[in-house]
């Protein structure tokens, strides 16, 4: 049972390139996320899936795209990657309600120059 | 939506000590979880609490609904409790929790 996986662990963009997210859960939970956190910021919604076949925009959207393959996997794509992109990107997912404690993927750590 | 504030910000102590971490909501809860971030940027889950009190080893939550607050309690600290602790909350329709900026503790031995 590996809960929340996501690939890759690192990367480095140069500005305008683009590149996917990859996350995967096997606790067929309903609910999806993904976050970004910045230093002294906390973490960020940036969208979320409370269903397959859903998608929703969160706090900070603008430049990401996301697709609910299926119910296991949530991607996060950047189209023109920017220097504001830099951060750590997290994946969650959860059973959603009345129950919806979040579990954590391992986080991919983004640099864009 | 819903603001989560936590306090303090930064905290050091010697190993042994005892501490308690604060999270204040602004609106009633559906939801509220703490995370320890630990060095390596891992988030562990620590307490699902939406109201009420759970204890797990030295570490225990309590969150008073009615009041707006969550506290984390760390007894006899370790250098391995070291990181920054996240509270959580959701609030009303919606179950996606918006984060506190989090607590770092620093334990020394």
């Known amino acids: 049972n590996a809960g929340v996986t996501q690939t890759p662990k690192f990367q480095v963009l140069k500005t305008g390139q683009s590149m996917t997210l990859q996350c995967a859960q096997d606790m067929n939970h309903n609910s999806m996320y993904w976050y970004r956190q910045d230093p002294g910021m906390g973490l960020r919604l940036i969208y979320y899936s409370a269903s397959e076949g859903t998608t929703d925009k969160g706090e900070v959207p603008n430049g990401y795209n996301v697709s609910r393959l299926n119910k296991r996997e949530f991607s996060l794509r950047l189209e023109s990657a920017a220097p504001s992109q830099t951060s750590v990107y997290f994946c969650a997912s959860s059973g959603g309600p009345p129950s919806a404690e979040q579990y954590f993927g391992p986080g991919t750590r983004l640099t864009v120059t | 939506g819903i603001q989560v504030e936590q306090s303090p910000p930064d905290l050091i102590l010697q190993e042994g000590a005892n501490s308690t971490l604060r999270c204040n909501f602004s609106d009633s809860v559906n939801n509220l979880q703490w995370f320890h971030q630990n060095p390596w940027g891992q988030l562990i889950n620590l307490f699902y609490i939406p109201s009420g009190t759970k204890q797990n080893g030295r570490l225990s939550a309590t969150t008073v609904a009615t009041e707006r607050y969550s506290l984390l309690y760390i007894s006899s600290s370790q250098t391995t409790d070291s990181g920054v602790y996240f509270c959580?909350?959701?609030?009303?329709?919606?179950?996606?929790?918006?984060f506190g900026r989090g607590t770092s503790l620093i334990v020394h031995p």
């Open positions: 959580a909350a959701a609030s009303g329709g919606s179950y996606i929790p918006t």
